[in-house]
């Protein structure tokens, strides 16, 4: 059964909005995505019928918001296959998913170890294994990719060394849309003994996901790249790695026992989860995953490649338009450079036409200068795209091309 797309793009409040004096054409859903009914009713629900604080009050609501922030907890681990529930810990966003890692792992990184990163990786995962490195004076390996924006894998496999300690990677690339092979690294870098990262901000939202299967030790993502609220993220990481590790931030909710002179910590995974957490944005997310969890992945998957697919076709026809990123396993994302004319002014001349795209180097400034390019602009396509909605991209460009000739 295919996707039914008007019923879905019904479900979205904003999707009927005008933008400058035009229907809004949303196509920038790499950067967030928009949020359906159904989590904007959750947490509506939730600061309407049972806001209270989570794990310590003696009354009915805290016992109530307690059972409903718990049975995300589940709701995510059954996304994901986490063994365990307690596997999956709450953050704001991938970002500091990322750091959460960094500050288990850095204190154990030394000088000799090597951290592997890609050439495509967003500021995110770069930047904070760059600088974990600075610190433990690890060295910094960075796998190149081919000018398609494909990961060079066999460079992959020849930078891994005995003294690989971390492999950070994407999933996908968010600047390109590029789908890493991150089972077949994943596995090579493990017979290496190191650990492995996931950066999953792109790929959450496109497929099922399963870390078991993928076999890393920590997965990452945001939940409004999901349709979740902001604020709200995941780590997922191994019970054995996550529960060996010093504790992150400290305060209320992940201690045991504290006197004066000293403190104990408590369990996983409330020993990486200090202070109030962010409830209703938990409670989101797990509305989120319900929602999307109705519609069948093969059927998403199929949908977003007929928009990619016929968005490529329009940017092939379309003068002076460069494709940057063409590897052939691609999520639905269409990044270009038009000849003669600034990114930041495509945007601006498709957002007067209601078209929604995003431009700039897209948290990838190396990847920019790597491609060397100043940076592209962005269509980032999702389930509640249609095939009208890109024709209106391309007679946006077009005019914008007219403009700026
Ligand atoms: C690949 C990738 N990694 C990390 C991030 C950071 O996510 P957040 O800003 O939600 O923490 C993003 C956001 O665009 C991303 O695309």
Redesign the pocket.
């Known amino acids: 059964m295919s996707l039914d797309v008007a019923s879905v793009r019904a479900q979205f409040p904003i999707l009927s909005r005008q933008v400058n004096g035009q229907p809004l054409v949303y196509l920038d859903n790499?950067?967030t995505t928009q949020k359906p009914q159904a989590v904007i009713d959750a947490l509506v629900d939730y600061y309407t019928q049972c806001n209270s604080n989570v794990h310590r009050g003696a009354h009915f609501l805290s016992d109530e918001a307690t059972k409903r922030y718990e049975n995300a907890r589940a709701t995510v681990a059954h996304y994901i296959n986490a063994s365990r529930n307690e596997e999956v810990i709450w953050t704001?966003?991938?970002?500091?998913g990322?750091n959460l890692v960094a500050n288990g792992v850095a204190q154990r990184l030394k000088p000799g170890d090597e951290v592997m990163v890609t050439e495509m990786e967003?500021h995110?995962?770069l930047v904070t294994w760059q600088q974990a490195c600075k610190r433990s004076g690890a060295t910094l390996k960075i796998v190149p990719i081919h000018d398609s924006g494909e990961l060079n894998v066999d460079a992959f496999h020849e930078l891994l060394s005995d003294n690989t300690a971390f492999v950070a990677m994407?999933h996908?690339?968010?600047a390109l849309g590029t789908i890493n092979p991150i089972k077949q690294l994943t596995a090579a870098a493990k017979a290496k003994g190191a650990l492995v990262l996931i950066?999953g901000?792109?790929g959450v939202a496109h497929g099922a996901i399963d870390v078991q299967d993928i076999g890393c030790d920590f997965y990452a993502f945001?939940g409004?790249?999901l349709f979740g609220p902001t604020g709200i993220?995941v780590l997922w990481g191994r019970y054995e790695v996550l529960n060996d590790w010093p504790v992150w931030l400290v305060g209320g909710e992940m201690i045991a026992t504290v006197t004066y002179q000293n403190s104990t910590w408590g369990e996983l995974p409330n020993r990486l989860e200090a202070g109030t957490p962010n409830i209703a944005g938990v409670i989101g997310l797990a509305a989120a995953i319900e929602w999307l969890s109705q519609f069948n992945a093969a059927d998403i998957w199929a949908h977003e490649q007929a928009l990619l697919t016929r968005a490529t076709e329009l940017a092939e026809q379309t003068e002076g338009l460069k494709i940057i990123g063409t590897a052939p396993n691609k999520i639905g994302v269409l990044s270009f450079v038009i000849d003669g004319s600034h990114p930041a002014d495509i945007g601006f001349i498709l957002d007067k036409q209601g078209v929604a795209i995003r431009t700039g180097d897209h948290?990838a400034q190396p990847l920019m200068k790597r491609l060397n390019v100043p940076g592209t602009a962005r269509a980032s396509f999702t389930l509640y795209n249609t095939l009208d909605e890109v024709e209106t991209l391309f007679k946006a460009i077009n005019k914008a091309r007219m403009m700026l000739a």
Do not use: F, L, W
Not at 92 to 96: C, H, K, N
């Open positions: 790499a950067a704001s966003g991938t970002t500091e990322i967003h995110a995962d994407p996908v690339s968010n950066d901000a792109q945001s409004h790249k993220g948290c």
